[in-house]
T-cell receptor, first 107, second 122 residues
């Protein structure tokens, strides 16, 4: 199975900050990497697919980059509604696997 | 508007069975692969199973293989997950998702239901 490791596991930041979350795959997954946002008690929401493509209606302050084994999700200027947990997901092969999540908290 | 509505989650004893349903609307259900993803209380997301649009191929995580069966009824726009031999570690919120498949095998879960809670306990 491909292991997905996110860092950090948690992060405190302020409104307006630029934040970067990293996701590393245990083997190359080319660009088969997606990012999701989840708020407490809610379903996950797709933000970025194929490593760098912005899902429809997702604000442009979210950007994804990377290929192979190393990927990043960057939020250019944090808004209040961005405080949530973020997950990366590889869909290169089954079993599809998720990172353990990064909890983004208000400082 | 795409809508996915899961149902069927209840409290069940270890060793018991349960069938979850996911009613889909707002898109051409028969044209898309569908998946189940679960989330144990306070934990992360775990992919469970995927079924292709025409039910031709199914995929399972090792943790549920042989115990769970994914199926769909394209005439009823409904996805199912039959769960047998349930264990305490199956306790989770189960989400269904619509899958977007494109290009060179790229897959993502672009729409999700709100989830249904399955509790396995005596």
């Amino acid at each position: 199975d491909i292991q997905m490791t996110q860092s950090p596991s948690s992060l405190s930041a302020s409104v307006g900050d630029r934040v970067t979350i990293t996701c590393r795959a245990s083997q190359s997954i080319r660009s088969h990497l997606n990012w999701y946002q989840q708020k407490p008690g809610k379903a996950p929401k797709l933000l970025i697919y194929a490593a760098s493509s912005l899902q429809s209606e997702v604000p442009s302050r979210f950007t994804g980059s990377g290929s192979g084994t190393d990927f990043t999700l960057t939020i250019s200027s944090l808004q209040l509604e961005d405080f949530a947990t973020y997950y990366c997901q590889q869909s290169y092969t089954t079993p599809i696997t998720f990172g353990q999540g990064t909890r983004l908290e208000i400082k | 508007e795409v809508q996915l509505l899961e149902s069927g989650g209840v409290l069940v004893q270890p060793g018991g069975s349960l069938r979850l349903s996911c009613a889909a609307s707002g898109f051409i259900f028969s044209g898309y692969a569908m998946s189940w993803v679960r989330q144990a209380p306070g934990k992360g997301l775990e992919w469970v199973s995927t079924i292709t649009a025409n039910s031709g191929t199914t995929y399972y995580s090792d943790s549920v293989k042989g115990r769970f069966t994914i199926s769909r009824d394209n005439s009823q726009n409904t996805l199912y997950l039959q769960m047998n031999s349930l264990r305490a570690e199956d306790t989770a919120v189960f989400f269904c998702s619509k899958d977007q498949v494109f290009g060179d095998g790229y897959i993502n879960f672009d729409y999700w239901g709100q989830g249904t809670l399955v509790t396995v306990s005596s």
